[in-house]
């Protein structure tokens, strides 16, 4: 393996920023970002963590054209099935463009099922893009089941004004 | 509204239990419930719990008629989006059925939605069946987006023996 995969420390959020901005790009939504570097430092890092981080880091000799060592991140917490127990989500799996095909990407989500599954996760979740062929092919080939096709989930959302609004229903 | 709406405590598990299988039937998987009582207790009134949950409870005078007097629950984490920022995530929201149409169900989200905006949150996330046009027209109603529908998210899992493999992979 060319790379090391480690835990991110708050050093690495400007690397990280840079890299969910990489993968919103990928996904052809890169206007979706919002979050801030002070945001992602606060709530990754402080003694209640809303989330944990996995980076891939390759040696200097290794770096990016642009000089980057942090080629790629893994984003995960932990949910829980009413079913099932626990279960450990991957938010989001990336490595730049011109380090793929390295088994990096596999290394992170490697590391992201060893970690569910010493915190006693029955599960690893995580959604895909429809229309993103080759990440649906990647997964399914490792084992995964596409629980949208197999049993009709959707995924729903309340933000903005009707999040607001809903709050405010009246009992 | 005739029901309170409080948070659990360990007292509750076995109310919870209850509507646990009871919501499972609904959605026609009664022999997915694999948690037990003990596993619900410690995993969700630890010092690190993995998820919240509130109930709906009646007055003894409106006790359902096998005796019950939890007749509903939301079942909520928190989760992040790396484009938004913090998420509440909804897991479960049930009501018994012969406490439905009483405005229990939404006394129950509206109640989650408020934690939400209070903890910081910009969205509130949650998954319905496919073929379950009573609560998808609910939560459309009330504003939720179909992400499934609107954008093309699936949603993916490992488990059992897949998710042992990927935890094996050699780096």
């Not at 708050?10 to 979050?35: Q, S």
């Not at 959707?154 to 004004?161: K, N, P, V, Y």
Request: charged share 25%; proline share 4%.
């Amino acid at each position: 393996m060319i790379c090391t995969v480690r835990d991110s420390t708050p050093a690495d959020c400007r690397d990280i920023m840079r890299l969910i901005v990489g993968l919103a790009e990928y996904e052809k939504m890169p206007g979706e970002v919002k979050l801030t570097h002070k945001e992602l430092e606060a709530d990754g890092f402080s003694s209640s963590p809303f989330f944990k981080c996995l980076v891939a880091e390759v040696p200097e000799e290794l770096q990016s054209r642009e000089g980057h060592t942090i080629v790629g991140y893994g984003f995960y917490f932990f949910t829980y099935s009413t079913w099932k127990g626990r279960v450990i989500y991957m938010e989001d799996l990336y490595v730049m463009p011109e380090f793929r095909g390295k088994g990096i990407g596999k290394a992170l989500m490697c590391r992201i099922a060893q970690i569910g599954l010493a915190r006693g996760c029955v599960r690893m979740q995580f959604t895909v893009l429809d229309w993103n062929k080759p990440s649906l092919d990647f997964y399914s080939d490792q084992g995964a089941v596409n629980l949208t096709a197999a049993e009709g989930w959707q995924l729903m959302r309340f933000e903005g004004e009707a999040l607001e609004k809903l709050a405010q229903a009246t009992n």
